[in-house]
């Protein structure tokens, strides 16, 4: 009981810390001038990743929280290395420290610190990841926090320095790039690690289970550093070049890697459907509906329409619950679903049947679907 309020209270004060570090340092203006500034990219990144996350939505208090670790706690960790990496730079040669900590200390430490909240929701809740699209969904979330936190930071000290400026300077300029260009960067950089995480989650191999994510935290520090060499050691060419022929592939990659993903989770609980029909845990003319999104979304609009809003949420959680279980038994047929499978079952069966009477209780509900429920 006492450890999320410690968490809750250690990221409450970071924030803090955050705040009085930049205040201090770029004055109040700036800070709220890039806390706008950061505000546009954030929303149109999250909105991506909860569209990835259409088919099992995970829970929207962990995704909060991520969201809160990478803006405060990962972005404070990151700050501490960071300062102690450009020292150990300087000390290897004066004058190296600034980008020693850009090209190697930040993407070691911002990655780690960012993969330290999928490491420990892996660990102490492995059931909350179904496969890649889980790992690739909270690593965005997490990352987009701290692409938040972080733009504030720049957008400030650059609007400190030289004002609004022109789009190839002051924060218009750094907008362009930061906001524009590349508002995917810091997600993209760990959504490798969540992809390896991921993996992690579909192997029975404990082999697999190690070495995966670290593969994946490795790349994305890699990644990491080649964008920083690109923007800080580079000049605009090395920019140009790494941009158009790293970074747009990888993206592009990415959004091939998620659409077929979103795809075998569709497989996944089509496939389970008439076996849990055949249990008669959900009606034999829900099947169709149930089986894919476009059938879902028609299904909770009609009933939205004529009956109401409440009966469209009954109907929604029991499409989860379908889900939730779907998915777990694909696992437990895989061997991947742990030693405590039999139990979750059992509760997310109970959550299923109690979903569906709710959506049938709600007033109107069955008629307006036409006998759907069955």
Known sequence: MLLPVVGLIALACSGLVMFALGTSTTGLLPILVGMLAALVPVGPVLMAYLWVDRWEPEPAK?????????????????????????????????????????????????????????????????????????????????????????????????????????????IVGLFILRGVLAPFAHPLFTSLTGIGIGIAALSGNRVVRVVAPVVGYLCAAGLHSLWNFSTTVGDGTTFINLYFLIMVPIFAGMVVLVVWQRRREQRIVAAQLPDMEAHRWIAASEVSLLASMPGRKNWRRIVRRKVGERASRAVAAYQHAVTELAFLRHRMSQGTAGADAEQRHRVLLSALLAARQTAVDAPGAAKAEGGQHG
């Open 62 to 170: 962990i995704l909060l929280l991520a969201f809160a670790w990478g803006a405060l706690g990962a972005t404070i960790c990151s700050l501490a290395f960071n300062s102690r990496a450009q020292a150990i730079g300087d000390l290897i040669q004066q004058g190296f420290g600034a980008d020693f900590a850009a090209v190697i200390g930040a993407p070691i430490a911002e990655e780690a610190a960012k993969a330290a909240f999928l490491v420990v929701l892996f660990v102490r809740r492995r059931n909350e990841f179904d496969g890649v699209v889980d790992g690739i969904v909270y690593a965005g979330v997490t990352a987009a926090g701290f692409a938040f936190t972080e733009n504030i930071w720049y957008f400030a000290r650059v609007f400190n320095e030289g004002g609004f400026g022109s789009a190839s300077s002051g």
